[in-house]
DNA sequence: GATCAGGTTTGCA
DNA sequence: TGCAAACCTGAT
């Protein structure tokens, strides 16, 4: 067992943040996740945030998967003193992380996640594990890995559409023949500069700006990256007039975002809003 | 039934 | 450039 005792950890935060589409709450009143082709419980306890693996797992990979070695503080001290939203949105998302997970999980994930809210991106890519994973077995429990490009590239438009992608079905297909056949090298492009990567996951059908960008955040760990969707949309013209000064945070803005968009979704925020703008009511 | 959801593409001004 | 409509599916 391994015990995380660090007051810019926090399991549901992360969880909730809307990052990581596969760690789920568990029977034990824990976490359960799947990454990387492993299986890992965690749950909180009296001495620290408990992880259910071998220090040497540990250190080879859950270490710099959950981004332990960064300091947020320095990250949220780093934020414009006069920037009272932001530093509220960083006060209540404290203990957030931003994940490193896989480019190609990463990209199918977002590319599925476009019209859809979360526990719909759950589900479809649930379904696409169950059917098309690897089994993974742990303390007897069946687990199934997210499946590769060449698994998915090998699969009939239909089996997509039958794990409820609908239009997003030939997207998917796309970016798994083109990773498959090393048209696209995802490994590679972890040596790209921010530009170049940006511009060759723009390149994909079916993704924009905003999936690009979060694919850059949470499968390449560009923490500069900056992903507007809706409700960072909202918030910017809500508390800033339309835009959001990213360029003054060029190495933290997409933690950042991280922190406004789990503040933005909260009834905190909304409650806020209301006490200071009571014609949201009749919205 | 209509509308909408953490978005992208296409078509038209 | 800029804007609206269409696209699948599931939820309200």
Known sequence: ???????????????????????????KGGYTLVAHGRVLNLRNTAEGCELDCSNADFEALWRDYFDLDRDYAAIRSGVDPEDAFLNLACDYGRGIR???????????????????????????????CVRYGEPVERAGELFLTFPSAKRLSGLDETCLLGCALGYRAKYVSAAARLVASGELDLQKAVALPDEALLSSLLALPGVGEKVANCVMLFGYHRLGRFPQDVWINRVIDAEYG?????????????????????????????????????ETMEE
């Open 1 to 27: 067992m391994i015990y995380i005792n660090n007051s810019d950890f926090d399991l549901r935060k992360i969880a909730e943040s809307g990052q990581c589409f596969r760690m789920r709450s568990n029977a």
């Open 98 to 128: 931003i994940l490193r997970q896989d480019p190609w999980e990463m990209l199918v994930s977002f590319i599925i996640s476009q019209r859809k809210n979360i526990p719909a991106i759950q589900r479809c890519v649930e379904t696409l």
């Open 242 to 278: 339309g835009t959001f000064p990213a360029e003054r945070y060029p190495d933290t803005a997409g933690a950042l975002q991280q922190y406004i968009f789990y503040y933005a979704r909260s009834a905190a925020y909304a409650a806020e809003k209301k006490r200071f703008d009571p």
